[in-house]
């Protein structure tokens, strides 16, 4: 008798990790601090011995993603790095290169191939005890099929200056930029990708010929230089880019909130958070918000639904994590879910996400916390 509950427990316990394990259980990305006091070559070079895969990552996105008609100019970038990017990215992307055995151009390709392709959904919202929050998705490589070998480069990186973090990000190893990163106390920040057709050629001739800055850069340079929400907010929107971009930023006090729709040269609109109003959050994913998503890609009226759903007296991590898990907002090109608090640091983390056609709307440590309860109860 007692033998045969035994066993049925295990049983029961068997089909539920099956579940479970059949649908999205997300893994946590590896962490890292990355020393900002060391020489830039050196500043990845620990980080980069971690994944082996880096060179041939870097090799598989120039034959597959690069158009023939650009190496010549991406080889003149290659040639005189220090030209045409702002320091100290010319030198850390030689860093990463020689730690990765990967030749400069590809490891500069990648770190262009990463802002040309983001699919994405941000939210930034103030909860009523006036806390801004921001959390996002990362939706990527779907086209080139490149999304599972993102998974698996992705981590936690806190850029410290002597021993104390300046910021930090969640990040492609490889990628010397930065798509969603929070500077403590200061302000937190992410983007997602803007149509803009023909990318390759436009952008390069922008970055050779004006000194544009490629998007990611510009993010982190903002996290190293400014330390307010209104700092952020006026270097994003006065600087010229490679690319257009949505720009989600939130800040460490009430109301401080903005999507900046950007063009190349200047900054369409500035959207805010409007407490009064009512407007106490505001999504982005990769469409202007003053017009509609297209019906065949629309992950904003989910994501607005789960926040209307959950109410702005209940924003937490969990609950934005689980509004990030919504079908559609979470999908197949998934590849992390991030939250993050300026005002509340401690909140910043990250998931790996394996969505595949169920998603599990709860954080893994909750689950853990179940798994543990049931495990305990077989033991009796
Ligand atoms: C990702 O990593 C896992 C575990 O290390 C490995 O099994 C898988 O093949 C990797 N996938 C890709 C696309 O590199
Ligand atoms: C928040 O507000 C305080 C007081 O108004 C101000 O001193 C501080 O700079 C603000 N912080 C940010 C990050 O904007
Ligand atoms: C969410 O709530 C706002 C404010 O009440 C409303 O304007 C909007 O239509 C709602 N959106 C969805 C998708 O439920």
């Not at 020393?35 to 500043?43: A, G, I, Q, V």
């Not at 770190?111 to 801004?132: H, K, P, R």
């Not at 990000?169 to 490889?174: E, F, I, K, L, Q």
């Not at 989600?248 to 805010?272: E, H, P």
């Amino acid at each position: 008798m007692g033998r045969l509950s035994h066993s049925l427990y295990c049983c029961v316990f068997i089909v539920f990790v099956t579940v479970l394990v059949s649908s999205d259980v997300p893994t946590k990305p590896k962490v890292y601090t990355l020393n900002l006091d060391l020489p830039p070559e050196e500043r990845w070079m620990h980080i980069v011995k971690d994944f082996p895969q880096l060179a041939e990552i870097a090799d598989t996105i120039t034959r597959r993603v690069i158009p023939e008609d650009v190496y010549p100019l991406v080889d003149q970038l290659a040639q005189e790095l220090d030209k045409y990017l702002p320091e100290p990215f010319a030198q850390e992307i030689r860093g990463i290169a020689k730690a990765s055995g990967a030749d400069v151009g590809g490891i500069v390709m990648a770190n262009l191939f990463y802002e040309a392709t983001a699919f994405c959904t941000s939210i930034v919202a103030q909860d009523t005890n006036g806390l801004i929050w921001h959390a996002r998705n990362l939706d990527y490589g779907g086209k080139y099929g490149f999304t599972e070998m993102l998974k698996n480069i992705t981590a936690i990186v806190h850029f410290q200056k002597g021993g104390k973090t300046v910021y930090s990000a969640v990040t492609y190893v490889g990628f010397a930029g930065i798509v969603t990163g929070q500077r403590p106390y200061g302000f937190t920040i992410s983007i997602d990708e803007r149509d803009q057709g023909a990318w390759w050629m436009n952008a390069l001739v922008a970055l050779l010929d004006r000194q544009a800055w490629p998007v990611g850069f510009l993010i982190r340079k903002t996290l190293e230089e400014e330390t307010t929400f209104e700092g952020a907010l006026d270097r994003i929107v006065t600087t010229d880019t490679i690319a257009e971009g949505y720009f989600i930023i939130g800040g460490a006090n009430s109301s401080q909130g903005a999507v900046v729709t950007r063009a190349r040269l200047q900054a369409d609109n500035i959207w805010k958070l409007d407490i009064p109003n009512g407007r106490w959050y505001l999504v982005e994913t990769n469409y202007d918000h003053w017009v509609d998503p297209p019906a065949t890609d629309n992950r904003r009226t989910p994501a607005m639904k789960a926040l209307n759903s959950t109410g702005q007296q209940n924003i937490n991590k969990g609950t934005l994590f689980e509004v990030l898990s919504e079908p559609l907002v979470v999908n197949r090109h998934t590849t992390y879910t991030a939250t993050m608090s300026a005002g509340k640091p401690d909140v910043f983390d990250a998931w790996v996400r394996h969505y595949n056609g169920q998603a599990s709307k709860r954080l893994p440590e909750v689950l853990q916390k179940k798994f543990f309860k049931i495990e305990k109860n077989t033991l009796k």
